[in-house]
């Protein structure tokens, strides 16, 4: 099993719609947990930590399940600039990754007019 | 942004030859990271430091080499560049292990 796995999409979504990401992790002793946003051609940007509370940042939610080893991200009124790749990251635990943050490959959102 | 600077931004190299990528921090963090990012593949740690002198592979590490000799700077080598090291390499840092890291600009190398 893949340590971080997620939809790749692409999710192609109109201005103003809800859309949700999801992420599994098979590491249960991770204990980091992050959403990053990726633009084509540049540098992965950390858009937030998520944390077992759940937590919002304007129009973003991320939520934490330890026990089904699942992160959400939840995305409300959809802007243009939203479209990008959103990276789900969790600290690793095997090898050479041990205390290394993993990242999924990413799902690809485009949000059209 | 996180004061990082990546050198060269882009690169193309011939099979065989030595190359070394920069990677400058201004943050004084004590860890650095080196990835790679490939179509279908994610970003990948190739080697990572912990502080001065103080290095550790990642999970693709083969034909790389890194050192760490202050701790702003952080040098990634192949030590004979071959095709399927074509990628785009990028430089992170973090204060503390498995906390949220930021990234250099990235580095585009094409080994012809």
């Known amino acids: 099993r893949k340590e971080v796995e997620q939809d790749p999409g692409p999710f192609n979504v109109p201005e103003g719609a809800t859309v949700a990401f999801n992420c599994t992790y098979s590491?249960?002793?991770?204990?980091?947990f992050f959403w990053y946003r990726q633009d084509c051609r540049k540098e992965p940007k950390l858009l937030m930590s998520v944390y077992s509370s759940g937590n919002e940042d304007g129009r973003f939610t991320a939520q934490l399940n330890r026990a089904s080893q699942y992160i959400s991200l939840l995305i409300r009124d959809s802007k243009l600039s939203d479209s990008a790749t959103y990276l789900c990251?969790?600290?690793?635990?095997?090898?050479?990754?041990?205390?290394?943050?993993?990242f999924g490959k990413g799902t690809k959102l485009s949000v059209k007019p | 942004d996180a004061g990082i600077t990546q050198s060269p931004r882009h690169k193309v190299t011939e099979t065989g030859t030595p190359v070394t990528l920069r990677c400058h921090q201004t943050e004084n963090h004590r860890y650095m990271y080196w990835y790679r990012q490939d179509p279908g593949h994610g970003l990948r740690l190739i080697h990572y430091?912990?502080?001065?002198?103080?290095?550790d592979k990642g999970e693709v590490s083969d034909g790389y080499s890194v050192s760490r000799s202050k701790t702003e700077d952080f040098l990634l080598t192949l030590e004979s560049a071959t095709s399927s090291q074509t990628s785009v390499y990028f430089c992170?840092?973090?204060?503390?292990?498995?906390?949220?890291?930021?990234f250099g600009q990235g580095t585009r190398l094409t080994v012809v």
């Open positions: 430091s912990y502080g001065v002198k103080d290095t």
């Open positions: 992170a840092i973090s204060g503390q292990l498995g906390t949220e890291a930021f």
């Open positions: 590491n249960s002793a991770s204990q980091s």
């Open positions: 990251v969790v600290n690793g635990a095997y090898g050479g990754s041990q205390g290394n943050l993993i």
